[in-house]
């Protein structure tokens, strides 16, 4: 599409990578209008006026859909200091309740990695985290049956993370 000559726009949202060859393309055509969201780094932002706990589970599903594999991932989350520790016992609390396994199974809400690349890369993310971050606090979010496979990953939370860490500025996806 983007290097189709009646296509007059584009909108896409996604990685970084793929926008960039879409621009080119777009370019290279008829230089349609392009508009781009990219990236993976959403913050979200949780005041003292919060309701805590709706915060949480909000914070939760947005990162955790999809197994963490979504371009609308809240993958960083920006809490007010009084509100801190209470925010992240309840997300704490919210993300050791889900269940991995196979998602077609009713109950089971988190599935494996799309594949070996990405199973690999969310856990150099990790291992970068737990050696950059704060702390580090594993969730070992409950396995609902046996069928869960080498590409399940347990959420894990990160806290007091540095703005120039390389988990608070890099998008989680494969090289």
């Not at 969201?37 to 932002?45: I, N, R, T």
């Not at 856990?123 to 950059?132: A, F, L, V």
């Not at 396995?143 to 939370?157: K, Y």
Request: charged share 25%; aromatic share 6%; hydrophobic share 35%.
């Amino acid at each position: 599409m983007s290097e189709h000559m009646k296509v007059r726009a584009l909108s896409f949202t996604g990685s970084t990578r793929t926008g960039r060859a879409i621009a080119i393309a777009a370019a290279k055509s008829n230089l349609k209008k392009v508009v781009f969201e990219l990236g993976g780094k959403s913050p979200s932002l949780i005041f003292e006026d919060a309701d805590i706990e709706q915060a949480a589970k909000d914070v939760e599903l947005s990162i955790n859909s999809n197994s963490g594999q979504a371009c609308f991932a809240t993958s960083r989350v920006y809490v007010q200091e009084s509100i801190k520790d209470e925010f992240v016992e309840a997300l704490t609390r919210v993300t050791k309740a889900r269940k991995l396994g196979n998602p077609t199974v009713p109950g089971v809400n988190h599935g494996p990695q799309a594949d070996r690349i990405q199973y690999e890369t969310v856990q150099k993310y990790i291992t970068i985290g737990k050696e950059e971050a704060g702390s580090t606090i594993d969730t070992g979010a409950g396995v609902s049956n046996s069928d869960t496979s080498a590409h399940h990953i347990h959420p894990v939370i990160f806290t007091d993370v540095p703005e120039n860490s390389r988990i608070t500025k890099e998008e989680v996806r494969p090289p």
